[in-house]
């Protein structure tokens, strides 16, 4: 069994969240501790990938009208609409037996904590490659992957339900004419825990039952913790030198 | 003139490059995309080492290649013959 401190983080903004899982990620570089956290976003945010220009994604004046932040990560893939939501984030040396050496392999069996997660509520899901996990045919979970010194930070979001309409009013298009027929594509392709379960199933119960999901999958032995005075104190200090900074956001 | 392009990796991410050329030659180039690559920094360095080469599929391939090789780059999604064909379909 894999030990590992569990923390339960309840809703933050946007640059609390980012600038804790990388204060937790520099931590870990010096005491190799693994850690699974579980947060949601308030108020509702919008990230973009390490790669992407936010000027070409994300509608800012939209953003800024809605009161929707706008934070780029520091791992790599697609914008991502943060509202009804659970994220995780797995932070851990990476070592053979719990997290393999290969990329998509890593990512398959980070995956599989999600799927059994899912199970709890008796939807069926699966892992597709790179980086997705479907259900119903349907993306239900996206999630993203860095790796810096020896230490893995995979973050993710598991969906509770998407208004995919609002999504659209941040989310640029690369046509605008095409606009309609790409939102009912998306709306089409895209699902939540409310959706395939015809329930409201709110944050603590899909977190109780990824938390379940993840115990399984991955073997974890749980010691339920909190950030120590330093992670809250780099995390403080990422914050403002970083993540609510123009530099950081706009980089690219 | 700043050349655009816009370039889905066959089972890979998406790649948007941004360049400006003189002489076939890279003068200036912005790499952009939903891909992943570790250390994530190395793409501001690998942008600067794309500076003078030509646009030559060939050339392309094999500095990105010893780049990553050279700077230990792991990279998801992308590849150097996905993202060359990127550069080289910018217009």
Redesign the interface.
């Known amino acids: 069994m894999k030990k590992i401190r569990l923390l339960k983080m309840g809703h933050k903004s946007a640059f609390d969240n980012m600038s804790i899982d990388e204060s937790i990620l520099l931590h870990s570089q010096k005491n190799n501790q693994s850690t699974l956290r579980f947060y949601g976003w308030k108020p509702t945010a919008i990230s973009i990938g390490y790669f992407q220009n936010p000027l070409e994604e994300i509608d800012i004046d939209s953003c800024k009208n809605q009161n929707i932040d706008l934070i780029r990560r520091v791992t790599g893939g697609g914008a991502v609409f943060h509202d009804q939501e659970v994220t995780y984030s797995l932070i851990s040396p990476i070592e053979n037996k719990f997290i393999p050496l290969d990329i998509k392999e890593s990512y398959y069996k980070i995956s599989q904590g999600i799927i059994k997660g899912l199970e709890v509520f008796g939807i069926q899901a699966k892992f597709v490659p790179l980086n997705d996990i479907i259900a119903n045919n349907k993306k239900i979970s996206g999630n993203a992957q860095t790796r810096k010194k020896g230490i893995l930070l995979q973050h993710g979001t598991i969906l509770l339900d998407v208004d995919v309409d609002k999504m659209f009013t941040i989310l640029k298009v690369p046509q605008e004419k095409l606009k309609d027929k790409i939102i009912k594509n998306v709306k089409e392709r895209v699902t939540g825990i409310n959706k395939l379960t015809g329930k409201e199933v709110s944050f603590d119960e899909a977190q109780t039952a990824l938390i379940k999901g993840f115990e399984k999958a991955l073997n974890l032995n749980y010691t339920i913790g909190s950030l120590t005075p330093s992670e809250i104190k780099l995390a403080l200090e990422l914050k403002k030198k970083k993540y609510t900074t123009h530099q950081w956001n706009y980089k690219r | 003139m700043l050349k655009k392009s816009?370039y889905k990796i066959p089972?890979?991410?998406?790649v948007?490059i941004y360049l400006k050329e003189e002489n076939k030659k890279i003068t200036e180039i912005?790499?952009?995309?939903?891909?992943?690559?570790?250390?994530?920094k190395a793409?501001e360095k690998l942008e600067k080492t794309l500076i003078n080469c030509a646009l030559n599929k060939k050339i392309l391939i094999n500095k990105i290649n010893l780049f990553w090789k050279e700077n230990k780059v792991?990279c998801?999604?992308i590849n150097s013959q996905g993202l060359t064909k990127a550069i080289l379909l910018a217009k």
């Open positions: 816009t089972e890979g991410k998406l948007k912005k790499i952009n995309g939903d891909f992943f690559m570790h250390p994530e793409i792991d998801f999604g």
